[in-house]
């Protein structure tokens, strides 16, 4: 879920970023061009015309099979399921301002456990205000209703008698601002998330989820100064609070992320950006002791060739947890990836990462390895072909350590878009 949600206030955050990043803004980081961004123009899909503005359609259908779809350590079952998702964008056409709208769903179906069979989707709306320059205003709203895949770490405590993924609402409320003139720039953002579970069902019998109900509030200010078109320094700090519904056991909270850092895009090289700082999190019950430490986070793309895009990434984040004796996690995640262009119209893609999980008040740490190769196709501006294969194991050690698994998936799909 944390996945989930982060991304969600991602695609708020670069809304205003575009923005931001216009033509002769020395906070543009578009010298380089990642193979995975690089689309031939006659592949490009144009997308339909309504009004002021542009309309995209799509839909997704692919063909998954997995060797342990319920991720145990022992009795593993293997199964093929298929997942069809259709989606559509709308973005409007203005000189000025810009409104988006966007709508998907995702249906999966298994052949033979048909108990895992979902349907989810997801619908937002945002907006972006040009005030002056490159300084605007943005927004926007998220709904979700989802299922948390039953190989997520946090829930691993009762995923290993699940009958069914556990479902999940989701809404995202985000507001912000950009100030920017020649070499400073000013973000800031606030962004609510409310988290609503459903119950666990499990061969016994449901569990109530409620105590895993909770708000999320998030603010943050962030301050660049460019020393040249191509590198800038910056400070960030971003707060939060966690608030739970249900006070059984106190787990509310709040914390804040203190960071600087450095944004680049070098020569034809290297482009990214990296950040360390510091971050906290207090909790209200004096049974849970304050979880604090260094915190940071970097993407880094290199650039050997204009065939090859070398991508590598890193961060260390504090991620809530329903483990009720636990106060959360620290997780430390990272990941190296290459894609490389074999034709104009296919690239080929490998990643490897690792993730530890270090759970604050109990004895339990989660190690992930996942292993990623595939391959993209483009048939013509309206079809595309996908394919790949991946290797994941989680291994858990401790007093409270969980059972661990390792799977295999291969998963090929057809993708249509106008």
Known sequence: MKYGTSLVVLSFALLAAGAAQAQGSNFARDRNIAVTERIPPEYEPRGLRWGVFDVSPSLDVEVNSNDNIYYKAVNEVSDTYSAVTPAVRIASDWGRHQLTASLRSTITNYADNDNQNTTSWEAAVGG??????????????????????????ASQTV?????????????????????EGNRLRFTGQATLTDLNYEN???????????YRDYRRVEYSGRADYALSPDTALYAIWV?????YDDHTVNRDSDGYDAAIGASFDLTNL??????????????????????DGVSFLANVQYFPTQLITVSAGTSRTIQETPQLNASSYTST???????????????????YGYTTDDYNGVDRTDDRTTLWLGAKYLVNRHVVIRGGYTYSENKSKGSNAIPGFKDNALKVSLGLQY
Do not use: C, M, W
């Not at 666990?200 to 409620?210: C, E, N, T």
């Not at 074999?342 to 990643?351: F, M």
């Open 128 to 153: 972006r205000l040009d005030i002056h320059g490159r300084s605007n205003l943005f927004g926007g709203i998220n709904y979700s209703d989802g299922f948390e895949a039953l190989y997520e770490p």
């Open 159 to 179: 995923s290993t008698s699940l009958i069914k993924p556990i479902e999940f609402k989701a809404a995202v409320v985000n507001a912000g601002f950009v100030a």
């Open 200 to 210: 666990a069902i499990l061969a016994g019998g449901p569990i109530s989820q409620d």
């Open 239 to 243: 707060g939060n609070t966690r608030d």
């Open 270 to 291: 290297i482009r990214g950006e990296a950040q360390i700082g510091y971050q906290a999190q207090n909790y209200d019950n004096p049974a849970f002791n304050k979880v």
């Open 333 to 351: 995640a990272s990941q190296i990836g290459v894609d490389y262009e074999l034709l104009r119209t296919l690239v080929l893609s490998a990643s």
